[in-house]
């Protein structure tokens, strides 16, 4: 081409590395009078430094994108009134959800902001909104999901979880639950629904608060849903999960019968090594943790659909063929298998540790569909023969 | 009172004008000498862009006045709005004042299997696909040099109409016309205007018809006259993309591998893929699930039964993959300005493979043959 270089060529986009300087979107649930306001309030009013956008459905229960508004969590003054009408044109076979969509279009408008939060009201089930957010790292979003957070009333909550379904599936989809009015509450009682919680939802922190007072870097930017967190949450939680002993004397409700259709039979793990029994008469909402000595076939994993009424995967993977540690991850109907940074030690076990969270979960069931997806060459994983690894990892 | 030079803190007087403010019908500029004029020439230069952009062609919208085009497309003004006999059966969006589908909408908010057609529906999508292809064929036969993409966008609406059907992109989120036809640099959903073919362009052509209660959904681009080397590849390589990802359809395969075929043969071309659109789930409703991203690494839910029917129309450009949408909320355009092309097909997943729902005449396996595409 020509040498002339009087004018500056015109510049062309350049990709950025997936997720960097991506907004964090943290998902904030919690049944009424559990605390979500307070923890908003006081997240808000923290020296952080952030500029901080609050979504807010102010109307209805639904979290329909019609009644959502988004205020400056500064000073409370409201960015857009009707998210609705702010959306860009046409929404036919687009790859994001609407409300991503218009949330982009909000921060270039007013790209001060530097964080999000979405508080949903006390009746939602957070996963659908979750899992719109938890975009392909390919499309290079303005958004990161960060992390879901429930807020849980420690004083009332024992009720809710008897009475409705919701209060459960709140718990289940969380990363990190705040047990908050722990004031109101003896510590006995605090230890107790600790226990419960964690057999509903072994897979998240529990912080106990009072007034929701927490250090922020326990609310924000947790990167719950980066491979190499995720590797290391799942890790723990197999490990709770199998800690965790059937908390009989926890169940507030006397009658209850712990049949087989709550999930207290004793499991056993295709290791031979025991998981917990977890207490799932909650709505039968609770954690299994699976391990496998063997290697994992990609594969063979990706067309091994999770049951429906799995709200979260986390899991980490020892794969054919590979040296790297692979995680497993699920939020409501997506999921996905990345690798991380992080490879196996020499001397460290390729064990394979999956979390399941969910509502009736046959445990067979799960443990079939993943031991389905052992690779060929079981037994000596470390071996790998098996090494087509699609390239799409 | 004498009249005073333009140019900030002179004062002088001032007699000598602007030629440019005159021919534009501008109020005059007056500057006491062609060294003041100059001196403040930077200034003043932005006034003719500012009033130029304002006096595009009537039917251009305000909106794109002072707009920074990714390329040398522009806008051309629309034609009066075509209309669809009363007796023709009509989607729900036709007759919404924002064009919105009450159908969709509530698919979207309930609805997250993937629909499995009986043996009767695919009869009726199977028929508004091959209405959906000979509207097509026509359409393609009106792309030539010279050709305006309204000319187009009249033999399509008068293809569907002699066949009964709506076409389905009419009134959609209020989509003006009854096709999308989208020119070099345009990604897709450009909207038909009073803009020429030229030699030399590529013009995809992407038809939707509504019969009997279902959609159909194709598309093909066309090489208008003299295309060169690199265009003509572009075009091969959305085909073979297509072509690939097809060769996938079966019951088993996940909806969210097509992307990873895509995304290869396209690398190997040098080219990359559109992330911001893609496939869709289509029968009775215009679009719904399943979605299918045309790039590697997504995390598209659903794996392919008998009986799914859906489009795969991955769009290949010869730059970068992002995209800009026009002030018109329509026509997507490459953000380097850089020329995108697409091939899309509506497929039923069969028993053992697939059927080409909008396949050519006698061409149910997709074969290359630029010649059926030179214009």
């Not at chain 1, 807010?56 to 959502?68: A, C, H, V």
């Not at chain 1, 569909?369 to 000596?380: E, P």
Request: with cysteine; net charge negative.
């Amino acid at each position: 081409m020509s040498d002339d270089e009087d004018e500056a060529p015109c510049l062309v986009p350049v990709p950025s590395a997936p997720g960097a300087g991506a907004v964090p979107v943290t998902i904030l649930t919690g049944f009424l009078g559990s605390g979500k306001t307070t923890l908003l309030n006081y997240v808000l009013t923290q020296d952080h430094g952030k500029r901080i956008a609050v979504i807010e459905n102010e109307f209805g229960d639904s979290m329909d994108i019609e009644q959502l508004i988004a205020k400056d969590g500064m000073d409370g003054s409201v960015l857009a009134d009707n998210l609705f009408e702010l959306r860009n044109g046409c929404i036919c076979c687009t790859v994001k959800d609407d409300l991503v969509t218009t949330l982009e279009t909000l921060l270039q408008q007013r790209s001060k902001f530097d964080y999000i939060i979405i508080e949903t009201t006390g009746l939602a089930n957070p996963g659908p909104v979750a899992a719109c957010f938890w975009l392909d790292d390919a499309l290079e979003s303005a958004l990161r999901l960060d992390a879901i957070i429930t807020v849980v009333d420690a004083k009332n909550i024992a009720r809710y979880l008897d009475e409705s379904r919701e209060a459960a599936l709140q718990i289940a989809f969380a990363d990190r639950l705040l047990l908050n009015k722990s004031d109101l509450v003896s510590a006995a009682r605090v230890a107790a629904l600790s226990s419960r919680l964690r057999g509903i939802n072994a897979a998240c922190d529990i912080e106990v608060t009072h007034r929701c007072a927490i250090d922020l870097d326990k609310v924000l930017d947790l990167r719950c849903f980066h491979a190499d967190s995720t590797a290391a949450a799942a890790t723990s939680a197999a490990a709770a999960a199998a800690a965790a002993a059937a908390p009989v004397e926890l169940c507030s409700d006397a009658e209850h019968e712990h049949g087989d259709s709550c999930g207290h039979g004793a499991a056993q793990s295709s290791s031979g090594s025991s998981s917990g029994a977890p207490c799932v008469h909650t709505s039968g909402v609770s954690t299994f943790a699976i391990t496998l000595t063997e290697a994992v076939d990609l594969v063979a994993l990706d067309a091994s659909r999770p049951h429906r009424t799995v709200y979260r995967i986390k899991g980490v993977l020892a794969v054919a063929g590979s040296d790297k540690k692979y995680v497993l991850q699920g939020v409501h109907d997506l999921f996905d298998v990345t690798e991380t940074t992080a490879a196996w030690e020499p001397d460290e076990p390729r064990l394979s540790k999956v979390v399941f969270i969910g509502r009736g979960l046959d445990r067979g069931k799960l443990e079939e569909g993943l031991r389905g997806c052992v690779a060929a060459a079981s037994g000596s994983p470390q071996s790998g023969t098996k090494s087509d690894l699609p390239d799409r990892l | 009172m004498a009249e005073l030079c333009e140019t900030p803190g002179c004062g002088k007087p001032a007699s000598m004008g602007c030629p440019t403010c005159i021919k534009l019908g501008l109020p005059r500029s007056l500057y006491c000498s062609q060294e003041c004029f100059k001196s403040h020439w930077p200034q003043h230069k932005a006034l003719h862009k500012l009033v130029r952009s304002a006096q595009e062609p009537s039917g251009i919208l305000p909106a794109f006045s002072g707009y920074s085009y990714t390329g040398s497309l522009r806008p051309a003004p629309l034609s009066a709005p075509r209309v669809v006999p009363s007796h023709i059966p009509r989607p729900d969006y036709a007759d919404h004042p924002l064009g919105h589908s009450a159908s969709e909408q509530g698919d979207k908010m309930t609805n997250t299997s993937i629909p499995i057609y009986t043996a009767k529906q695919v009869e009726g999508i199977r028929e508004a696909c091959r209405i959906g292809r000979e509207v097509l064929d026509a359409g393609g036969r009106a792309a030539r040099v010279g050709a305006t993409t309204d000319e187009i966008d009249r033999v399509v609406h008068e293809a569907c109409v002699e066949r009964g059907a709506y076409p389905s992109p009419l009134n959609y989120y209020q989509f003006p016309k009854s096709v999308c036809t989208s020119v070099n640099e345009a990604i897709c959903h450009g909207i038909p205007d009073a803009r020429e073919l030229s030699d030399g362009d590529v013009c995809n052509v992407d038809v939707s018809t509504y019969f009997g209660g279902f959609h159909g959904d194709l598309n093909e681009t066309f090489l208008v006259g003299g295309v060169d080397d690199e265009g003509r590849a572009l075009v091969k390589t959305a085909f073979t993309c297509l072509q690939a990802a097809i060769n996938m359809v079966r019951p088993g395969t996940m909806y969210r591998d097509l992307g990873t075929v895509i995304g290869k043969v396209a690398r190997e071309n040098n080219c990359q893929v559109v992330r911001t659109y893609c496939g869709h789930g289509i029968g009775a409703l215009f679009h719904t699930v399943p979605n299918i991203p045309h790039y590697p690494k997504n995390k598209a839910k659903g794996i392919m039964k008998p009986g799914h029917i859906f489009t795969i129309e991955p769009m290949i450009n010869l730059g970068v993959w992002q995209d800009r949408t026009w002030p018109d909320n329509w026509t997507s355009v490459t953000a380097d300005g850089r020329r995108s092309a697409q091939f899309e097909h509506t497929i039923l997943v069969t028993d053992t493979g697939y059927e080409l729902l909008t396949a050519r005449e006698n061409e149910p396996v997709m074969t290359w043959n630029e010649a059926l595409l030179q214009r």
